[in-house]
């Protein structure tokens, strides 16, 4: 059975911590993995990963996969009180173009 | 450029009650796809068209639910005789291509009393 798995479920830090997110996978036919920011009710779009070793950024946010051990983090420096909201780590995998989700974590940053 | 769109944003159903659930995708965008989101869970996948044509059904979790998007834009999400465990947030999502980034709408959030 395809499975995504996130951890932790929960955090909560002080602005300006670092933090890292954790997502792993056993899934067939592997094809991405994606990050997404759930504040509300959307998710919102962050990387979109294949090849492993290759390191995405984009302003505090960064991301890398490593597809021999099947997971990737999240990290996100200097953290702000905007930060906080649910990251979704989703994997495109199998012969259906769908995504599987993790139960995501919820990511608090306290003043 | 308009996002993916979805209403109502907020469902009350009365159990039994049938219910409709509308999404306009990001124009031009071939892939669609419904989710359901249970509080406290990632999104579950419901359903997935490819312009007009529903690819993958088989996320769906009983006969009740119906899926349609018959010129291959809007696409609508049908609940039959409603169930207090029909209460989720149904997300709707739309891609460009069939392996691409999904971008998702708001949601509708479904009440079932």
């Known amino acids: 059975e395809d499975k995504v798995v996130q951890s932790p479920l929960s955090l909560v830090v002080h602005e300006g911590d670092t933090v890292t997110l954790n997502c792993s996978y056993e899934?067939?036919?592997?094809?991405?993995l994606l990050w997404y920011k759930q504040e509300k009710k959307a998710p919102t779009f962050l990387f979109m990963l294949?090849?492993?070793?290759i390191e995405k950024k984009s302003g505090r946010l960064s991301s890398i996969l490593d597809k021999k051990e099947l997971f990737s983090i999240l990290n996100i420096t200097a953290t702000q009180t905007g930060d906080s909201a649910i990251y979704l780590c989703?994997?495109?995998?199998?012969?259906?173009?769908?995504?599987?989700f993790g139960t995501g974590t919820r990511l608090t940053v306290i003043p | 450029g308009a996002g993916v769109s979805q209403s109502p944003r907020y469902k009350v159903a009365k159990r039994g009650q049938d219910v409709a659930l509308r999404c306009d995708p990001i124009?031009?965008?071939?892939?669609l796809f419904w989710y359901q989101q249970a509080l406290g869970q990632g999104p579950e996948f419901l359903t997935y068209?490819?312009?007009?044509?529903?690819?993958?059904k088989s996320g769906l979790p009983s006969d009740r639910f119906f899926a349609e998007r018959p010129e291959g834009s809007v696409s609508t999400l049908k609940i039959q005789r409603t169930q207090q465990e029909d209460s989720a947030v149904y997300l709707c999502?739309?891609?460009?291509?069939?392996?691409?980034?999904?971008?998702f709408g708001p949601g509708t959030r479904l009440l079932v009393l």
């Open positions: 294949t090849s492993s070793g």
């Open positions: 899934v067939t036919n592997f094809r991405s």
């Open positions: 999502a739309s891609s460009p291509a069939f392996l691409g980034t999904q971008y």
């Open positions: 124009s031009g965008h071939v892939s």
């Open positions: 989703a994997v495109e995998a199998g012969g259906a173009n769908n995504l599987f």
């Open positions: 068209f490819q312009n007009e044509a529903q690819l993958d």
